[in-house]
């Protein structure tokens, strides 16, 4: 699976879109993104995928750049149940199903 | 349609013992998935199973740790006498089928202590 990079931490105002961006230069043509949040002590929550188009859901939107290279989940009007750390996969449709998590972004919504 | 259960929601055991957690998958589903979060750690995958079949357990350490998911029945994390070391969070997460492109559905979790 191809490896992600993201911001360790980001900040959001309450009621403004919060743009969380994930690097994964390395991902291969049949590669997926998908996006989870752990809200604190929960189990991770499952959020969006795309493979290459533009993807939204009601709980957000999935922009992956032209070459691949990158992404970013946009939440639109964040609250402050959207605070969680928000984890960026790279998966092979091959893959046996399991999940490599990283570090995540932890995003802080402020009042 | 309820979702992915897991019981006992906190568990607490002394060293030596042994700790038993339940997973009930989401209803139709019949791929179970379990991984580790240690404190202050990442989630790490454990084992992968399908009914009455382990599929992948690339994620188990290699002594005291196993896991079935039987015919009928939750699946059973079952990890034998316990160090202090194994105190975590443990979620189980199901999907409908073994494709990886459906998204995985996570349990609250069991916070295990060893005292």
């Known amino acids: 699976d191809a490896k992600t990079t993201q911001p360790t931490s980001m900040d959001c105002a309450e009621g403004r879109a919060a743009n969380l961006p994930c690097n994964h230069s390395?991902?291969?043509?049949?590669?997926?993104v998908y996006w989870y949040r752990q809200i604190h002590s929960q189990g991770p929550q499952y959020i969006i995928h795309?493979?290459?188009n533009n993807e939204t859901n009601e709980m957000a939107s999935l922009i992956i750049t032209e070459d691949r290279k990158s992404s970013t989940l946009i939440l639109p009007h964040a609250t402050l149940r959207d605070t969680a750390v928000y984890y960026c996969i790279v998966r092979v449709p091959s893959n046996t199903g399991k999940l490599i998590f990283g570090q995540g972004t932890t995003l802080q919504v402020k009042p | 349609n309820a979702g992915v259960m897991q019981n006992p929601r906190h568990l607490v055991r002394r060293r030596g013992q042994e700790a038993r957690l339940r997973c009930s998958p989401m209803k139709g589903h019949s791929h179970v998935y379990w991984y580790r979060q240690l404190p202050e750690e990442g989630l790490k995958f454990m084992v992968y199973l399908q009914k009455e079949n382990i599929i992948d357990e690339s994620g188990m350490p290699k002594e005291r740790f196993s896991a079935e998911f039987p015919k009928e029945g939750p699946s059973i994390l079952r990890i034998q006498q316990v160090v202090r070391g194994d105190s975590a969070a443990y979620f189980c997460a199901s999907s409908p089928n073994g494709a990886p492109i459906n998204e995985q559905f996570f349990g609250p979790g069991t916070r295990l202590t060893v005292l």
């Open positions: 390395t991902i291969s043509g049949n590669e997926y």
């Open positions: 795309g493979l290459k």
